[in-house]
């Protein structure tokens, strides 16, 4: 390993007074002064940056400071912010109305994109949220085994219904809080927690709830404890369990559909689950989630069957347009060849960034998904995720900000590229890193 180190250069955070101000009046009237946990910096420190535009691979806060943005709203942004056509699609549908409270054919459009992308949907009902989709598809499962047992994989993170609760990652874990109050014990008692990438912990708990479990929740790419890869074979053990077994396999892929791959995780790594949750992506930045299923699963949910599921904004023309537009332009040729490539691209400047300054890290990446684990091994699961030094996050966090790149207040969130970010804007990335390796 290289023993020399990059030189330090001084650098002086930009003004960020409105921010503050911002922040300020925001704590008057909102709950810790955000409307999702992770966006208060409580695990790095310091006032939040309060967001005014962005544009391509950029944003810009209200002091109008310029970012690289290495979040893309959590996912969605694979284009890159505010795409052109996408703008002009979402422009159009407005001037026809928000939102009718009746179908559309938009709807039907979106529907039949996604079924003909994602292996396991045959028929998909569109929700507004990814927590929409994950609580449906745990109540399609009980719904449709006649089984109450959920499992879960410890820090991964399917959102923030009841049942999801026990063990979740992301801004839960950031908080020091994997568990939620005001969750009942008898809900919470539902949910079983097993390992990521150990099929034997699920095997277990099979074994000691036998013929009592609906389902078995993962992300078959871990986001929400950092990106964590499956090992080899796990997904197809999860697959196999849940057949032997009578439990329903339910992929979340909120955060991986269509973004490791246009049919998702499970065209990627050849496992079909049976119940899949979208979202993100397929609403092209705007509020969406999906769960589908095959035709004999879905017919259970209402008006079809009897488990009940609804919502005034589900489906919504803005949202579907927004979507389906985005989903056009990922079908263009060398579209995941290009994410492919520049991920790879940005991962190992970043690793060697910091193999070169003799700093533990694990730069851990599939597609346009990564994280920097500043810890000395491969991040597997949600224990070994809990080993990364969190100073040393923390004071990368604020080196690369006060360089002009935007990354998750958190070490346990993935962060997201897109087509937007060139190779140039790479080279930028690497090059603000291997400076903020060097504060102190």
């Known amino acids: 390993m290289p023993t020399s180190a990059p030189t330090a250069t001084p650098v002086t955070p930009p003004t960020r007074t409105r921010s503050a101000q911002a922040f300020e009046a925001a704590?008057?009237?909102?709950?810790?002064?955000v409307n999702s946990p992770v966006r208060a910096f409580k695990s790095v420190g310091g006032s939040p940056?309060?967001?005014?535009k962005a544009q391509g691979a950029h944003i810009w806060d209200v002091d109008g400071n310029k970012y690289i943005d290495c979040i893309g709203s959590f996912g969605p942004a694979i284009l890159g912010h505010a795409h052109p056509q996408v703008v002009k699609a979402v422009q159009h549908v407005a001037e026809n109305g928000f939102c009718y409270g009746a179908p559309t054919e938009l709807e039907t459009t979106l529907a039949q994109e996604i079924i003909a992308a994602v292996p396991s949907i045959e028929m998909v009902r569109l929700v507004n949220?990814?927590?929409?989709?994950?609580?449906s598809a745990a109540r399609l499962a009980r719904a449709v085994t006649g089984r109450q047992y959920l499992i879960k994989f410890a820090g991964c993170y399917h959102g923030h219904a009841d049942a999801f609760l026990v063990k979740a990652g992301s801004g839960a874990t950031t908080l020091g809080q994997p568990d939620s109050s005001g969750v009942p014990v008898s809900v919470a008692n539902l949910t079983l927690t097993a390992t990521f990438n150990d099929s034997n912990s699920v095997a277990a708990l099979l074994s000691q709830y036998p013929d009592q479990v609906a389902a078995i929740l993962v992300e078959p790419v871990v986001g929400n404890m950092?990106?964590?890869?499956?090992?080899?074979?796990?997904?197809?053990?999860?697959r196999d369990l849940a057949t032997a077994s009578g439990a329903m396999?339910?992929?979340?892929?909120?955060?991986?559909?269509?973004?490791?791959?246009?049919?998702?995780?499970?065209?990627?790594?050849?496992?079909?689950?049976?119940?899949?949750?979208?979202g993100k992506i397929i609403g092209g930045g705007l509020p969406v989630g999906a769960y589908g299923a095959s035709k004999a699963i879905m017919q259970h949910?209402?008006?079809?069957?009897?488990?009940?599921?609804?919502?005034?904004?589900?489906?919504?023309?803005?949202?579907?347009?927004?979507?389906?537009?985005t989903l056009r332009l990922l079908q263009q040729p060398g579209t995941y060849e290009s994410l492919e490539a520049n991920g790879e691209y940005l991962a190992r400047g970043l690793q060697k960034a910091c193999d070169e300054a003799?700093?533990?890290?694990?730069?851990?990446?599939?597609?346009?998904?990564?994280?920097?684990?500043?810890t000395e091994t491969p991040v597997v699961d949600y224990e070994s995720a809990?080993?990364?030094?969190?100073?040393?996050?923390?004071?990368?966090?604020?080196?690369?900000?006060?360089?002009?790149?935007?990354?998750?207040?958190?070490?346990f969130e993935a962060w997201f590229t897109s087509l937007a970010h060139t190779p140039e804007v790479m080279d930028a990335i690497i090059a603000a890193f291997t400076q903020a390796l060097t504060d102190s």
């Open 249 to 278: 396999l339910v992929f979340d892929e909120v955060m991986t559909g269509f973004r490791v791959a246009y049919g998702g995780a499970q065209s990627l790594y050849s496992v079909t689950p049976d119940v899949t949750c979208l």
């Open 386 to 411: 809990l080993t990364v030094d969190r100073d040393r996050f923390n004071t990368m966090f604020w080196g690369l900000l006060n360089r002009g790149v935007s990354i998750p207040p958190s070490p």
């Open 27 to 33: 704590q008057a009237v909102l709950p810790g002064g």
């Open 301 to 325: 949910v209402a008006p079809a069957g009897p488990m009940y599921q609804a919502g005034t904004l589900s489906g919504n023309p803005m949202a579907v347009t927004a979507g389906l537009e």
């Open 226 to 238: 950092g990106c964590v890869r499956p090992k080899d074979g796990f997904l197809k053990d999860l």
């Open 358 to 374: 003799n700093i533990p890290a694990q730069v851990q990446r599939v597609g346009s998904m990564l994280t920097v684990f500043f």
């Open 129 to 135: 949220s990814g927590t929409e989709a994950a609580l």
């Open 49 to 52: 940056l309060f967001m005014a």
